[in-house]
């Protein structure tokens, strides 16, 4: 059920303590600042928050971060030169860490909504990050395997939806945010602009609506 | 003139840029390449575009152009490192999956990365010092190690204590097992595989020289590795 809503804390109301919600972008492009400022204010807690990073600077989910809000981060690269709240919390022991090489981030993402129940992966085979993990050697090469992570939310920022939730990016803003949008159960999306059914070329239409469920546009 | 002296290309040891140019020449014309965060970018800097070299960022996008100055700068299109970035002719996007299905599926050709260490057999350490105090953070260094057919390496020889990056086994966490083929100093060109070290040239200092540094047993390469 696609809905159009007007405000962004609509878009997020019924976001529950300890969702495990993805967040799109890389670094700050495609982060979708406006939805994350709504998740603070609904008071959402104990969450578990899919990103590539832990918050950059003042802005966004380093603020999600920095106000205890955040259980738990899966990520690649939360180590910045401006990831100081997420650093203080790590530091303090008040945050958990699930550290993720990003391809198999990106692909366990992938596998959820894809309906994969977990693949075998050649990266970081013989390191730290497969330590206890299932291994094989298929075709000559070592592999790990690594399991779908589902979600319960995900917040995308887009440019563009159409009547029926169809969506396209603008150029490195799109990183994650068709595979969050397939992996989660309810897809939040913030977009610049929302034209009528048939506007967007179908050629050119990069996550299909039946992925989206809310669609708020920001200014 | 002995095969030790012969391979000596540089009365003196490479800079930086020296360095970058060197790595620029040795990627073949019509190469998919991806650089790493660091002083692999500075190789984009000798990437003459008649040259036909399409560089990737894990981000999603091939076809990435120069940094992006004053009115070019657009928060939507920056590279890995997070720094804005501009998009050539011919360019494409991409979501992350499908990135890193680029990287993993074996289409890149080369990728140039910085490092700790190296090891004779060509496993490499560069995202993590294992300090207990660290915060580990690793990105696509993994993915890039393991996916690329080719893996340079670009670093100095040496550690600021004077240690050798290259080592018989890393003693830093791993990044991928045997994936690096060539590593590139201020001193010497090293080729790093089955066959063990081999230098294909050196900088500053006869491989006499340079095996007094390194840890390992050192060979000249047999014949002109372009």
């Given at each position: 059920m696609l809905n159009f809503v007007d405000t962004v804390a609509d878009a997020v109301a019924e976001i529950k303590d300890g969702s495990t919600v993805m967040i799109g972008g890389f670094g700050n492009a495609g982060q979708p600042f406006e939805l994350i400022d709504a998740l603070m204010d609904c008071g959402a807690r104990e969450l578990t928050v899919v990103n590539n990073n832990a918050g950059q600077g003042d802005q966004g989910l380093a603020l999600l971060i920095k106000e205890g809000r955040v259980k738990k981060m899966i990520c690649s690269f939360p180590r910045q030169s401006d990831s100081w709240h997420f650093d203080a919390k790590y530091k303090a022991g008040q945050i958990e860490l699930e550290l993720v090489p990003q391809g198999n981030l990106a692909e366990r993402i992938r596998a959820a909504g894809a309906g994969i129940g977990g693949f075998f992966t050649p990266t970081g085979y013989g390191t730290m990050l497969a330590e206890g993990k299932e291994t094989r050697i298929i075709d000559g090469r070592g592999q790990v395997f690594e399991t779908p992570i589902h979600a319960d939310v995900a917040l995308i920022k887009a440019l563009k939806a159409d009547g029926k939730g169809n969506l396209v990016y603008r150029k490195t803003a799109r990183n994650f945010g068709p595979i969050m949008a397939a992996a989660a159960k309810q897809s939040i999306v913030q977009v610049s602009e929302i034209v009528p059914t048939g506007a967007l070329d179908p050629e050119t239409v990069v996550t299909p609506g039946i992925y989206v469920n809310t669609i708020v546009k920001v200014a | 003139m002995s095969i030790e002296t012969s391979?000596?290309?540089?009365?003196t040891p490479l800079g930086r840029d020296d360095l970058a140019r060197l790595v620029a020449k040795d990627i073949k014309p019509g190469s998919f390449v991806n650089l790493g965060i660091g002083?692999?970018?500075?190789?984009s800097n000798y990437l003459n575009a008649d040259r036909d070299i399409t560089l990737h960022t894990e981000n999603g996008m091939l076809g990435m152009g120069p940094e992006a100055k004053g009115e070019q700068i657009d928060g939507d299109l920056i590279n890995a490192g997070k720094i804005p970035v501009t998009e050539l002719p011919g360019a494409s996007y991409f979501h992350h999956a499908d990135s890193f299905a680029i990287m993993r599926g074996g289409h890149l050709d080369i990728c140039v990365l910085g490092a700790f260490q190296v090891s004779a057999t060509g496993d490499l350490a560069n995202w993590h010092t294992g300090a207990p105090d660290a915060i580990p953070a690793v990105g696509g260094a993994m993915d890039l190690a393991t996916g690329a057919k080719d893996v340079f390496v670009m670093m100095t020889l040496l550690t600021r204590e004077g240690a050798s990056k290259i080592v018989e086994a890393c003693t830093y966490p791993l990044t991928g097992v045997g994936c690096v083929t060539r590593v590139y100093t201020d001193k010497a060109v090293f080729l790093t595989g089955p066959g063990g070290v081999q230098v294909r040239e050196t900088f500053g200092c006869t491989l006499e020289e340079l095996q007094e540094l390194v840890p390992v047993p050192l060979t000249a390469a047999p014949a002109v590795v372009p």
């Open positions: - | 391979i000596q290309t540089s009365a002083q692999p970018t500075l190789v």
